[in-house]
């Protein structure tokens, strides 16, 4: 791929390809239907989407996404096809679009941060000469997307504790 200002083109076509989803998912009926099927798909049946015909239409333009972005990897960046290419990015990506809670753009910081911190744990590899591996910025990541999660949680569900007297009380009175 030809590059531009020292970049390959593919990070711009990839910047196209993220704003064109942004406005699939947020302003045409498939993208509504992805999310009301994403939501619940009874509700889905009730409204009337054919939830097969959505999944499959997803599944395609998931697959072609991920081609679009291969094509990128390998012709702008690694130069070569192997079995390596992709090198456990599926977690990686699992990770930034949880973060991002699905949003387009929140993705692209996401990724911009993780390949950051990403780079950064490879640098500190080399300059302490081995001191700290390289797998720290794994543990960095999960431990963020760790966090993430439990906030979640406590921001969706609420935590009681009952006092042992009112448990007893309560199993007195057969409840």
Request: one cysteine or more; proline letters at 2%; charged letters at 15%.
């Amino acid at each position: 791929m030809p590059t531009v200002w020292n970049v390959t083109i593919g990070l711009f076509l990839i910047l196209l390809l993220v704003f064109f989803m942004f406005c699939y998912l947020k302003y045409t009926k498939q993208g509504y239907e992805i999310a009301v099927v994403g939501e619940s798909e009874p509700t889905a049946r009730y409204a009337g989407i054919d939830v097969g015909k959505v999944i499959v239409r997803t599944m395609g333009v998931s697959g072609a996404i991920a081609g679009i972005v291969g094509f990128v990897l390998v012709s702008g960046i690694k130069y070569t096809l192997s079995d390596s290419v992709a090198g456990g990015v599926g977690f990686t990506g699992i990770t930034v679009a949880w973060l991002a809670q699905l949003n387009s753009f929140g993705m692209v910081i996401i990724s911009l941060f993780l390949a950051v911190l990403e780079k950064g744990a490879s640098t500190i590899n080399t300059v302490t000469n081995n001191a700290i591996p390289e797998s720290m910025s794994d543990m960095l990541t999960g431990l963020i997307l760790f966090c993430m999660l439990a906030s979640e949680f406590f921001i969706r569900y609420r935590l009681i504790f009952r006092a042992k007297h009112k448990t007893e009380k309560m199993k007195k009175e057969g409840k």
